[in-house]
């Protein structure tokens, strides 16, 4: 079985997802019904999952989120795929309830490596407090496991991305960084440390920093995944309504990321995300690594929420007694006629 | 020099072969890498033009295209200046070029007779293909933006040019207003301050 081992792990996670630009294309062009007013959150927001309203007071969020490994241990894959499934209820201030598993996996396998993504996988769906409730699988030649995730929301308390108040601090509570890792990792260059470090961020839950943002006036909230921090952070730009600021030297960054970035072990991904957003982003004076490292798809991101000033410090404090290693990243701004959508400086 | 066939490989080994072929060379020469698909070379070019390599790109065919990189003696640690010099070596082997840029600003050249102007500006592009000395750079923006998307007369000139080294930047702002952002079909896109410093760097604008 160590020879098919070996395979396990071709460049997956959240690098694997299909570029917003060819995706755009095809979702465009589908027929859409009647809309239902109770579809609170759908197809049309490019939010982080679909919310539909049941009664004055509830709300469920559904998502579904599936990938190809990304690491080569099992058991480590199933508990990083099933935090970031999990992770698009959070990112909407919802609560987990019920879980799905979808899962590939090639029939000649060892079914004990089956049984280590699952294992991994329902470790996270208990610790987030909700119950795996079934699944599918499918005999397929490569493994992609993955979550289908409901939860409930009030209605009036959802999170949407694009909804940031010019003034709003944003605050990141995820390091950046795990898809230059990974992508290292696999042509055995990343560093020990780094790819440690990266494993214990991508198998964290997001639930701490949800539970933290609740005590506050959260305005907009998204997770960074594959389509980076800059790529989400433009979709909370609400199509060029607000502008913002990025401090790049508060930005948390994985150790080891910038190395690998100067040796240009890259992702196709980042190079996509790079030229979807692009041309909304000025740099001022940033080095090569970090442009890179704010277009680096991430795996199980962190949280990234538009709050209030004066409850920004509050909110950070908060987040950083978790021992989360949030920071604060940048602000919204009004929309500037002439400016760049994100000046990162 | 060095050929690597990096078909079939995902990102990042396209990069990591080439460095090792670089490596392999100890010193000044050339590194082919042939590879399947654009972001590849995308990410090869950003490489090179890091590390002060001189770099151009062709498509061969829908799924195969060659980055073909100059390393010169001590060029690891050469700075930006250097990488356009080389970059311009390999397009003009012939010397010193000056950095021309052309500045495409409507669909139709001149004023007058619309209809006329879309055969002149055809015209021009086609022509730019046969020059001795091509430009560094065509910048498309405003009506010019929709010369290099889907429905163009002037796409296969400017993919030639494209694959004879000349950059193609088209306005992102100007696709996003024209609704072309999904149809773009040669070039890369850019923003106002690349825009801004490929005018003011330039030795001379052409506005045709």
Known sequence: MSEEKITFCKGGGCTAKLGAQALNRVLSL?????????????YSSRDDAAVYRLTDDIAFVQTLDFFP??????????QIAAANAL??????GGEVKTALN???????????ILGEILRGGSEKVIEAGASLAGGHSIADADVKYGLSVTGIVHPDHIWQNNTGIPGDKLILTKALGVGILCTADRVSEAPLEGMKAAIRSMTTLNKEAALCCRNYGIHACTDVTGFSFLGHLHEMMDDGRLSCKVYSDQIPVLPGAAECADEFLLTAAAQRNRNH????????????AMEEVLFDPQTSGGLLVA??????????????????????????????????????? | MIQVNALGDACPIPVVKTKNAIKELHGAGIVETLVDNEIAVQNLTKMANQKGYGVKSEKLSEDQFRVTMEIKEGSVSAG???????????????????????????????TGNDELGAVLIKGFLYALTQQDELPKTILFYNGGAQLTCEGSASLEDLKSLEALGVEILTCGTCLNYYKLSEKLAVGGVTNMYEITERLTKADLVVRP
Not at chain 1, 102 to 112: A, S
Not at chain 2, 86 to 108: D, F, I, M, R, Y
């Open chain 1, 30 to 42: 589908l027929p859409k019904g009647e809309r239902d007013p109770d579809l609170l959150v759908g």
């Open chain 1, 69 to 78: 490994p990304m690491v080569s241990d099992p058991y480590t894959f199933g």
């Open chain 1, 87 to 92: 992770s698009d209820i959070y990112a909407m």
């Open chain 1, 102 to 112: 979808i899962v590939c996996f090639p029939e000649k396998w060892d079914l004990n």
């Open chain 1, 277 to 288: 957003v692009g041309s909304f982003v000025r740099f001022e004076g940033i080095p090569f």
């Open chain 1, 307 to 345: 709050v209030g000033e004066k409850e920004a410090q509050g909110l950070l404090a908060d987040l950083r007694a978790k021992g989360l290693p949030a920071a604060i990243v940048g602000e919204i701004c009004e929309k500037e006629e002439s400016g760049a959508e994100i000046t990162v400086s």
């Open chain 2, 80 to 110: 930006e200046e250097s990488a356009q010099e080389t970059q311009e070596c390999l397009v003009v082997p012939e010397g010193h070029k000056k950095n021309v840029v052309v500045a495409v600003t409507a669909s139709v050249m001149g």
